[in-house]
């Protein structure tokens, strides 16, 4: 018989249907994984923000404030860019379109500079290793549960590329989470440190109300421990930022690929259906022809 | 009642592990204790690795052990910022003590500085948390 038989689809159908279960089981452990991913990126918003606040106060009020992770390079030839992706694939475009922000940031910027690139997770270090860009430095197999001495070991090479001037501007590009669906990949500057505008604005008002902030034990010791800190902390918020994007975007691939191997399964049946019938009748007429045959030599 | 105390506010990368009106307060600065009360001037202080007291406007007192940070106080709210913050009372007294041993251990060992430095950290974390546990144990 011509085309498929019956057995094939069978075949097909069963291989498309186990597909599906692993599909569907890593979509429910991802959606499981993005609730806590999501919380833990929830908690640690308050410690980042209060650091923020009184980092802006202190600079707005203190106009010796000085440190080397506060110090603008002058001229600026090396930038770096901290890009943040996840170990493992299967999650559509999640990784790719990080890396192609970063390129992207890397090509528009109009100075002489030289980019390099400090890869956290597997898919950016093996990306840019591949492509023969300055690595300067790796951090992988970072699991599932990050947690805060991961960053602080992440933060601490950062700090150390800047102040021996092996970087003069270092940016985060990272997986900004909105919901399961989206996620914006978002470069960050994050040294020489800044704060954002408003709150730095804020901290101006607030500067002019309050001269009698008292710092124990001064400025300069108080800046030493905030500093590091201010920036470890960004670097731990980008990678649950990013922890949560990866989850979250791994789950609608693999909820879209079920779907997907469901339609094809509904096809498939069809199809080994039509085939099944296609062979009964063929049989049918086979038996009538061979019937109707015996009959005519019969008379 | 309510007018002698203010608000005390201790938050790390991973939790608010604290958020409760307090009537005074001891942190473990940079150079030596610091006690705060209500109505204190605008402060910004930084904190080594220690202690942590804070007393209740029942009289009760409480501790946790800090692993270095921050606190600032304004308009009678102290937020203490620090990388890690535990009460007390959840503290795993076993493995606190086993931190302990494996700190001093590795200081007996000679070592390069930076490990020499790290085991000093690790032991001063360890001798905060049993303090801490001890003190809170009442």
Do not use: W
């Not at chain 1, 604005?201 to 201010?230: G, M, T, W």
């Not at chain 1, 609608?252 to 080994?272: F, H, K, P, R």
């Not at chain 1, 063929?282 to 038996?287: D, F, K, Q, S, Y």
Request: proline share 3%.
């Amino acid at each position: 018989m011509a085309g498929k038989g019956v057995r094939d689809y069978k075949r097909r159908i069963r291989s498309v249907n186990n597909t599906r279960q692993i599909t569907k089981a890593m979509k429910m452990v991802d959606a499981a994984k993005l609730r806590k991913a999501q919380e833990k990126a929830e908690s640690s918003r308050p410690y980042t923000g209060k650091l923020q606040e009184v980092l802006a106060r202190l600079v707005a009020m203190s106009v010796q404030a000085k440190h080397p992770l506060l110090e603008k390079h002058d001229p600026i030839k090396r930038v770096t860019y901290v890009v943040v992706t996840a170990d493992r694939g299967l999650c559509g475009a999640f990784n790719t379109n990080i890396i192609r922000r970063a390129n992207q940031a890397i090509s528009e910027d109009e100075r002489p500079v030289e980019a390099g690139i400090v890869a956290v997770g597997r898919k950016a270090r093996d990306f840019y290793r591949k492509r023969g860009y300055n690595l300067q430095g790796d951090f992988i197999n970072l699991g599932d549960k990050l947690d805060y001495t991961q960053a602080r070991e992440i933060g601490q090479f950062i700090a150390q590329l800047y102040e021996e001037g092996a970087a003069d501007e270092v940016y985060l590009v990272y997986a900004h989470f909105i919901n399961a669906m989206r996620q914006i990949p978002t470069v960050q500057k994050v040294l020489p440190v800044e704060t954002p505008e408003e709150i730095t604005a804020e901290a101006e008002e607030f500067a002019k109300f309050a001269p009698d902030y008292i710092y124990e034990p001064n400025v300069d010791e108080i800046l030493i421990s905030l500093l590091p800190r201010y920036l470890m902390s960004q670097v731990y918020h980008a990678m649950l930022e990013s922890k949560a994007s990866e989850h979250g975007a791994r789950m609608t691939a693999m909820g879209n690929a079920t779907e997907n191997a469901s339609e094809l399964v509904d096809i498939l049946t069809l199809e080994m259906n039509k085939a099944r019938q296609a062979s009964i009748t063929n049989e049918i007429l086979e038996i009538s022809g061979g019937a109707e045959a015996l009959k005519k030599g019969g008379k | 009642m309510a007018d002698n105390t203010f608000l005390l506010e201790v938050v790390t990368p991973e939790r608010i592990a604290l958020s409760e009106e307090v009537q005074f307060l001891v942190v473990p600065a940079m150079e030596g204790e610091l006690g705060i009360l209500r109505s204190h001037a605008p402060i910004v202080a930084g904190l080594k690795i220690g202690v942590l007291r804070y007393t209740m406007p029942n009289g009760e007192i409480h501790y946790m052990a800090l692993s270095g940070g921050l606190m600032e106080v304004i308009d009678n709210e102290a937020k203490v910022l620090a990388e890690t913050a535990e009460h007390g009372r959840e503290v795993d007294l076993l493995r606190a003590k086993a931190a302990k041993e494996r700190a001093e251990r590795r200081l007996a060992e000679r070592q390069d500085q930076i490990s020499y430095v790290r085991a000093q950290m690790a032991l001063l974390r360890a001798i905060a948390r049993i303090r801490a546990s001890e003190l809170d144990r009442h």
